[in-house]
Each structure stands twice: as structure tokens, then as C-alpha cells.
């Protein structure tokens, strides 16, 4: 039976962060950068670490059978607000096996658990792939814009969200 399961980010895991995050597919549909920097594990992790700290992160390792799969971020994390965002990607040779539909319910429920109960979350339309995950996991479009500027200026964005009681 195949297992998926999150583990809390270690500065050890940076080097398969690192390797995975490098491949241009990542960065094509995500705002992991592209070409991904040469210490951007070690970069973003530091740049996360204080939200991870301070609470206002949580951040998982998506393991699949025991092996590196992805990230999966719990950001703006909220226990007054009772909100968080959802933000994940999954290794490209793992796309399409369900891993990151079974991860975000995984990280919803384990959000749950601290009291949280709305959901926020986004992709780019043409991310198909992150669009199924949202919505086999309950989280509907709540509106859709163009975006002005930045890496992806010029292309569809959708906004989801979720609320659980």
C-alpha cells in the first residue's frame, strides 16, 4: 500500500528541496524560481525559518513510500484568525499519482486540529494539475484576475478557497 505522509522540514532535507526545486517544470507553474538559484533550498529556508518559529508557517516535507516527494506550506497561519494558506509542489517524476491531493488533505486535517478553519489557496489557470488537488480536497474558485506584473504578468490566476467547521 502506497503511504503519504508530512513530516516537519529539517535543514537536512534541503538537499532533495534543493535537487527537486532546481527542475524548470517546478518553477513553470509555481513562484519557485526558475532557473532555481544554486543555494535556493538554503535561501528560502532561511528566509522561512522565522515564520516556522514565530508560528505563522508550517512546513512539511511530503514524504511518498518513505521517499522525498515535495513541499507542503501552511503560510500566514492564523489560530486568532483561524486561517492559513495552503501551498505545495510535488517533484515532477510523482505528478499525477494523487500525492499532492492526498497531502493537502492531510495538512488540512492536521490545521484542523489547531483550530483553523478557512482555507486559502491559488494556482494559475493553466495549472491543471493544481486545480483537481484543490477541488477533489472542497476548496472552490473564488474569483479569477489577470495578474499586472511579476513573473507571470499577464496570466489567469485563481483564488480558492474553503471553509470548515
Known sequence: MEMIHLKEIQESDLIEVQKHASNPEIGRMSYVPSPYPKDGAQSWFKFISPKIQSETAK???????GEFSGIMTLNNFSKTGQSTNVDYWVRTDFHGKG???????IAINIAIEQGIKQFNSGCLAKNIGSKKVLIKNGFSIEKSFILQDGKYHDEEMLLFSQMRT
Open 99 to 105: 500525492i499532492a491531493t492526498k497531502a493537502v488533505d
Open 59 to 65: 512546513v512539511y516535507v511530503i514524504e511518498f513510500n
